[in-house]
Each structure stands twice: as C-alpha cells, then as structure tokens.
C-alpha cells in the first residue's frame, strides 16, 4: 500500500507510459490464468492456506520489485503479483461469507465487508501519506516497506480458522471436477446467470479505473507524487464512509433502483471524463468509480454469493475475477495502443468505456428491473439462513 501514491512514477524511470500499460495488462493476464484452478484449489485444499501463499508471494514480489530496471524485469517479478493475487482474490471472499454462514450470520455480509473497509482505508490512508514522503528520501522505500506489511499479513492469514465447507478429499480427477461445477454455479440458473453478468460489467467499467488508470490519469494531470498521496486516502474514506451512510438508510434495499443507479454512474462519469479531462474531472471520476467498485463488491457481491454452493464458492467467485481479469487485459492493452498511437489516450478510452456502460451494462439493468418487476427472478436480500439453501436448489 505503501506504493499506490507512487508506482507510476517509479516505474516511468525505467518505462515509458505504453509499457506500464503492457505489465498491468500482464500482471491481469497471469491472474486470469489462474484464477480458476486457484479456486478450485481453495475450495479442495483450504481458503486459509491458498489465501496465506497468495500473501507470501505478493510479499516476495514487492521486494523482487526493488530489483527490476528494466522492461522485462519488471514484468517478470509483477507477475509474481498476479499469482498472488489469482491465490487470494476468490478464497479471502469466500473464507469470509462461509464463516459467517457457518454461524448464521450471512446477512451481515455487506456490513462486514463494509466495516473491513473502513479499517483498510484508513490503514492505507496512513500508508499512503508515509510511502509519498519515504519516496523522497528513497525511492525504493515504499515497495520494500509494502513487501513486508504483506509477509506480515502472510503470518497473521496463517493464523485464521478453516469454516467447516463440505469440500472433498484433494485429487487430480476432483480437482478437474471441482474446476467444473465451480464454473457451472455462475449460470446454473437464470439468477445466477443475470447476476454472475451484471457482476461482471459492472467491474468492467469501474475496475480498471481503481487498479491502474487512477495514477497514470492523476500523474497525466500533473499531480504530484505528494499530492497524490494526500488526494488518493481521502476519497478512499470519503468513499467507504459514504457507502456505511447508505446502507444504514438502507438505500440499497430496493434493488431495481440500486441496479439502475449502479448502470448509469460509470456510464455518465466516463462521458464526463472524456468532456473535460482535467484535475478536477479526473479526482471526481476516480471518486465516483471507487464508490460503484465498493458497491459491486458489497452489494452485488452478496447477491452472487448468495447464488453459490458452498463447496463451490471459492472456486465460482474466481471464475467472475479470471471473467473480470479478461476484460481489464483488454482494456489496458487497447489503452497501450492509444497511448503509442494517439496524443489523447485518455479521450478514447473515456469514450470507449462509456460505450461500453451505455450499450451493455445499462441494458441489462434495465432487463433486471424488468424481471424484477413481474417477479420472473428474486434478488430480495433475505436473512434466514435457509434462503440459501433455497436459492442453490432452484431449478434453471
């Protein structure tokens, strides 16, 4: 965390704006690759254990990073990221919904989740102001200081308990068929398969805005590395602290109106974008992405878990990250190429994503207001606890 104010400076010492936009696009890349057979193997080996190597690794890859000063270097120890991440991104969600499952408490999922927030924003605020001054006095500081929080995070990962899941014994032939049936829970039936979509959109439009577009569009305005670090931590807790208010006004309760304000939000604020790029466009649209990525993750987070078998949860929610990672390798590649062939990258990006929620994800909304409407699908956040058992059996 130590490096979010600064990564984008670092590396254009060594790289030009088109090869950052390679290696984020490679780093999604080896995500994509694994993060299905990752899945699979949290949900046969344990969550905890494939959630503490995937810390482990990210921890070995910012300390690699010191190291590397040119492309390929650079590109081999980031892909140490996306192995680490592809190891987590699934199990961590679903050590947490199983372990409240396990207690009957899944209906607390977006208030922990929330409550997680709050605690990590604030732990990045911090991390964020000290990497933006250690930057000053050396420029490897933050990776090395980032490397250890993760080794840290590793040990305390390793220390968490396993929820009881009725997962199978590990072997080649289930592991092939755990690969499967996680793959199948995302259009096992029409909910599933309406969720699993939107879910999947509505990453596409904000996503690649909060991992990577966020730096290099601030650094492209003429922020510097200080200002970025004092900028970014702040609409962070804006951001969580602004989702707490809504969701203890319960203004997320109605679903056909969460659905379509969660559709025209990236839809409009990329538009704006590519109006007005400047300063203040930028930190207002990296603003308003951050809060959609939080809802995404929150909100219609629960919905698809609550779509999810247990023995298949880790392994389904890393099929929507490998599905999500897809579409961020092609948004930062096609963002490589307008930065070598136009002045303007940032126009035609901001046009193209725009696009993209107008013709697809707005569209889908609509149709789930629809289906909502005369009751052909049920999204109502229940809280007993079998209502899951309910949504898992229900027939495509």
């Known amino acids: 965390m130590f490096l979010i104010p600064v990564w984008v400076s670092f590396e254009l010492r060594f790289l030009s704006l088109a090869e950052i936009a390679v290696i984020e696009a490679a780093i999604a890349a ?89 605690r990590f924003y604030w732990g990045m605020a911090l991390s964020t102001l000290i990497g933006g001054v250690v930057y000053q006095f050396n420029i490897y500081l933050p990776a090395i200081l980032t490397g250890l929080a993760y080794l840290v995070a590793a040990f305390w990962a390793s220390q968490l308990q396993e929820p009881n899941i009725d997962s199978e014994k590990f072997t080649l032939r289930n592991y092939l068929k755990q690969t499967k049936e996680g793959f199948g829970e995302l259009f096992k039936n029409s909910r599933a398969r309406h969720i699993s979509f939107y879910y999947i959109l509505l990453a596409v439009v904000s996503w690649p805005m909060v991992i990577s577009l966020k730096n290099i569009s601030m650094t492209a305005v003429g922020l510097s590395t200080f200002q970025i670090g004092v900028i970014l931590p702040v609409l962070n807790l804006l951001n969580v602290y602004l989702f707490r208010f809504m969701l203890n006004k319960k203004l997320f309760e109605n679903l056909s109106q969460v659905f379509l304000f969660l559709a025209i939000v990236p839809s409009i604020t990329w538009l704006a974008l590519a ?19 939080s809802c995404r993750w929150n909100v219609i987070g629960k919905l698809s878990n609550l779509c999810f078998a247990s023995k298949n949860r880790a392994t389904a929610i890393s099929t929507l990250s490998m599905l999500i990672a897809l579409s961020y390798t092609g948004i930062m590649l096609v963002f490589s190429w307008l930065s070598q062939k136009s002045g303007m990258p940032f126009l035609w990006i901001s046009l193209f994503m725009a696009v993209l929620g107008f013709v697809f994800l707005l569209p889908l909304a609509l149709r789930l207001r629809k289906k909502l409407k005369h009751k052909e699908i049920d999204f109502e956040l229940q809280v007993a606890p079998e209502i899951e058992r309910s949504l898992e059996q229900q027939q495509p």
């Open 275 to 293: 109006l007005n790029f400047s300063v203040v466009s930028v930190v207002l649209v990296v603003f308003m992405l951050s809060f959609i990525s």
């Open 30 to 118: 080896t995500q994509l690759a694994l993060e299905l057979p990752t899945g699979a193997l949290a949900d046969l080996l344990g969550r905890k254990t494939t959630v503490t190597l995937g810390y482990l690794l990210d921890g070995i890859g910012y300390l690699l990073f010191t190291q590397a000063h040119d492309f390929w270097s650079f590109m081999i120890f980031s892909m140490c990221f996306g192995i680490g991440e592809a190891l987590i991104s699934g199990a961590k969600e679903a050590l947490t919904f199983d372990t409240l499952k396990q207690s009957h408490q899944e209906h607390t999922f977006p208030k922990l989740m929330n409550w997680l927030q709050i």
